[in-house]
């Protein structure tokens, strides 16, 4: 009966370190996930993307004003500083070259995503 007894404080204090360690293993997964984010969002574009991205956006200027019959040289401007700013409050930069090149072809996706309301030019 005595080592019944025993065995079973034995099998609680194991219990007991398993559950801590699995509350440590936890936190520092936590802490790894959270480095993570952070590090995807401080990654910053390379030159080669940032022109990538220019010529990209760019692109989806002429597009727009293809499709509404406006004339590029007249709408370039405010039609780039929307379009920039809608990609940049989305990853939450202040500059393009900030943007997490991690999620390079997510940003060009959204890039072809975007919709302006030409009515508001």
Known sequence: MYIIV????ELKELKKTLIKTEHKIQE????????????KKKI???SDKAKLLREAVKKKVQLICKENKMEY???????????YRK?????EVKTYRELPEY????????LEKIRINIKNL
């Open 6 to 9: 025993e065995e079973n404080n």
């Open 28 to 39: 520092v997964d936590n802490r790894l996930q959270e480095y993570d984010k952070v590090m």
């Open 44 to 46: 910053q574009l390379s």
């Open 73 to 83: 040289a007249q709408v370039k401007s405010k039609l780039f500083s929307i379009i």
């Open 87 to 91: 990609i940049k409050s989305q990853y």
């Open 103 to 110: 999620f390079w072809d997510t940003i060009l996706e959204d």
